[in-house]
């Protein structure tokens, strides 16, 4: 085997290039109803190894509480990667995710974001009853370093 078991698989996606593609475009379409943001979370995590960087897998698993604290609700993180997203003013985002197999989803920390960024000050988490919103993250002068759209999952 030339290549770890850790090593990043790359799907394949076939399109028509056109004048106007843009590869930020195709990532922001791609990830729009998988993100989710939850202010409340301490760490993100994700059930999609495939949307992982540089992962690894962790030697013993970490039990995850939710937020009613039953153990009937707990799942394990089994490794920890980085996801990488491309912000609504195209810069790249590197987020620290927990890898949780059988779950649904990802979930995004802003806090925990800021925490791990030190040009970021604070962030602000927005949404509406139509089902967008978005979250900003910005920097010690009140500056948008970058923003996220969102949108409200259905399921």
């Given at each position: 085997m030339l290549y770890s078991e850790s090593t990043r698989k790359i799907a394949q996606v076939q399109m028509d290039l056109k004048d106007s593609f843009n590869i930020c475009n195709v990532l922001k379409k791609q990830l729009t109803h998988q993100l989710q943001g939850d202010t409340g979370a301490n760490c993100g995590a994700t059930n999609d190894l495939s949307l992982l960087w540089d992962y690894r897998r962790l030697t013993t698993p970490i039990p995850i509480t939710t937020y009613d604290g039953s153990k009937d609700s707990q799942c394990f993180a089994?490794?920890?990667?980085?996801?990488?997203?491309?912000?609504n003013n195209n810069t790249t985002m590197s987020w620290m995710m927990l890898y949780t197999p059988g779950t649904t989803g990802t979930i995004l920390s802003p806090d925990r974001y800021m925490m791990d960024n030190i040009n970021v000050q604070a962030f602000t988490h927005q949404g509406n009853k139509s089902g967008s919103g978005a979250i900003s993250f910005q920097d010690k002068n009140g500056k948008d370093i970058a923003t996220i759209a969102m949108t409200r999952r259905r399921d």
């Open positions: 089994t490794g920890v990667g980085v996801l990488k997203i491309i912000s």
